[in-house]
């Protein structure tokens, strides 16, 4: 028989009863449930009690003067950042090492400039002075000047613009087609507006300036280009830890030496969407986002989430990104979620940036091209689709989506799992796409033979069917077709067979540079039938209550990001030497 104290509460429920006789289990006694659980008896001994006690006066002190703790292990940090700081310059100045701002002392001491920043914004400047700038901020963005100031600043920077234009292609006179596509691009989107008398030309402006300035600084300008080319080379460089993984998964043969698509260049998907995955967790995602997306939303005048979307989708991919505010797709008005799937279809992730390098597709071109497609994909949303309503999500009442994660390292391995599908997608559609063509190929090819015409394929005819697209983005005429076909291929498959067949294009010397920089911008687009289907899929899984709305706008907006691309190929062309 079991010996036990009972005791009682002071709502007279009974606690777990302690046993006082010398067994070593006791059942837990509860009047409103069974007994299930058996608590084994403390047999720590003496000894144990003793470093208990310890333990517990340690964590009571440090609870009680959690401050200091927290003071004296921050100036610790800060004591050993320092010490290696005087290591890092003590060996520069000993080395006779030069500032390279790419790698090396440059990058670390940019690297530590941002973090000191952000540590004084998030603490100091923030707090003090952050109220009183918003205040002003929306008493003056209320004021209706600030639009007509827009408007005049946009409109003369683009009149400056064609004048430069005009002057510098005083030796070539062919790149002013390319001026010719943008604004027969434009003329074409109000002409096929849903609501031209709705249109916000300040917003129009606005975007094709940003795009146009975007081009200008990474393209033409020497010290943009260098940045650019920098930028991409460390995002290559940090993708590339993947392949480690991925050689001691699959082995040498497949990665480094045969490098088959499927295992070397798709690999790097789960190490990057780990990690976007631990950001997402953090935090950290969201703020730079949210941030970006706040820029653009000053600039160009677009609503909060369309603007966080066209940042979020650079990095996420149109699946992805409206996770982040999938709360509020019911409040999202047509012309907004129209926006929405317009940036998708105007851009390609950034998680598969290593994926399109491997295929021999120049990176600082995807990353200009999907620079640029931010503010010129809501332009053309906007000019195709305008708004007509008063829009439900502010910037004062949106909160982007936190993690459900519980730690980083559920963060991670989720992040690497949630790669599997998208692996497996990309795969699944390629093998069948690539198959398709071939089958499309042939049968063209018999019924050619059968009227005495050889060598017709799908690419020879989807190729004259945009020839005229390729001629306005200002390609030479003899590499027209050759650029048609690829924007053809990648409207009908995708960009991944596109990119394929354009890197093969440039190892034998078939284009040339400028003709291969118009077709990497004009292929840098989810816009084709399989990615139409997932983003209808995409938001309908997440809000079914605008499932008409969605459907109704969907091949408006995938027509929208068509034409976007085009206005980034044009532009690329007329600054392209």
Not at 98 to 121: E, S, V
Not at 409 to 419: E, H, K, T, V, Y
Not at 537 to 552: D, S
């Amino acid at each position: 028989m079991i010996i036990t104290e009972k005791k009682e509460t002071t709502n007279g429920d009974a606690i777990p009863v302690v046993p006082l006789n010398n067994l070593e289990t006791v059942d837990i006694i509860n009047p409103e449930t069974k007994p299930e659980k058996l608590y084994i008896k403390p047999c720590g001994g003496p000894l144990g009690r003793i470093l208990c006690n310890i333990r517990k006066s340690i964590k009571d002190g440090i609870k009680k003067h959690s401050k200091i703790c927290f003071m004296f292990l921050i100036l610790l940090v800060i004591i050993l950042i320092g010490v290696y700081i005087g290591f890092a310059i003590s060996n520069f100045i000993n080395t006779g090492s030069h500032i390279d701002w790419c790698y090396g002392y440059g990058k670390a001491f940019i690297c530590t400039a941002a973090f000191l920043w952000c540590i004084t914004y998030y603490k100091g400047l923030k707090p003090l002075f952050y109220p009183t700038f918003k205040r002003y901020s929306k008493s003056i963005s209320r004021m209706k000047s600030i639009k007509y100031m827009k408007f005049a600043i946009c409109s003369a920077f683009l009149i400056a613009f064609i004048a430069f234009i005009i002057y510098d292609t005083s030796d070539n006179r062919r790149r002013l087609i390319s001026l010719l596509g943008v604004i027969f691009f434009l003329f074409i989107s109000f002409i096929c507006s849903k609501h031209p008398e709705y249109i916000r030309w300040d917003i129009v402006l606005s975007g094709v300036t940003l795009q146009i300035l975007f081009g200008l600084c990474t393209i033409r300008w020497e010290t943009g280009r260098n940045i650019l080319k920098c930028f991409g080379d460390n995002v290559v460089n940090f993708l590339n830890f993947g392949l480690d993984g991925a050689t001691f998964a699959y082995g040498e043969t497949l990665i480094v030496k045969e490098m088959v698509f499927a295992f070397q260049a798709l690999s790097t998907l789960y190490f990057l969407a780990m990690f976007a995955r631990i950001l997402l967790y953090l935090g950290w995602l969201q703020i730079f986002c949210l941030k970006i997306g706040g820029v653009i939303e000053m600039c160009l005048g677009t609503t909060v989430i369309e603007s966080i979307n066209a940042v979020t989708i650079i990095f996420l991919g149109m699946s992805e990104a409206p996770l982040l505010y999938s709360v509020y797709l019911i409040d999202l008005s047509s012309s907004e979620l129209h926006a929405i799937m317009t940036s998708g279809f105007s851009t390609v992730a950034g998680t598969l940036l290593a994926a399109y390098t491997s295929l021999g597709v120049d990176p600082r071109y995807v990353v200009t091209a999907s620079i640029m497609a931010a503010p010129a994909s809501l332009c053309f949303a906007k000019l195709h689709y305008p708004e007509t309503i008063q829009s439900k999500t502010t910037s004062k009442e949106i909160t982007l989506l936190n993690s459900n994660d519980t730690s980083i390292l559920q963060a991670a391995i989720n992040g690497a799992l949630s790669a599997i599908g998208m692996v497996q997608g990309i795969i699944a559609s390629v093998i069948a796409c690539i198959a398709f063509i071939a089958f499309l190929n042939a049968v063209f090819s018999w019924f050619g033979t059968l009227v005495g015409y050889d060598g017709i394929t799908l690419e020879y005819l989807v190729g004259m069917l945009f020839v005229p697209i390729a001629w306005l983005m200002g390609v030479d005429p003899e590499e027209c077709h050759t650029v048609g076909s690829l924007i053809g291929i990648k409207t009908m498959a995708n960009e991944f067979v596109a990119y394929k067949q354009l890197g093969e294009l440039k190892k034998v010397g078939k284009l040339s540079v400028r003709s291969e920089a118009i077709a990497t911008f004009a292929l840098c687009a989810f816009s084709n039938p399989s990615s139409l289907g997932s983003s209808i899929a995409t938001l309908t899984a997440l809000e079914r209550r605008q499932n008409e709305k969605i459907n109704k706008v969907a091949f408006r907006a995938f027509i929208s990001g068509c034409i976007t691309t085009f206005t980034s190929a044009c532009i690329a062309g007329l600054l392209t030497e």
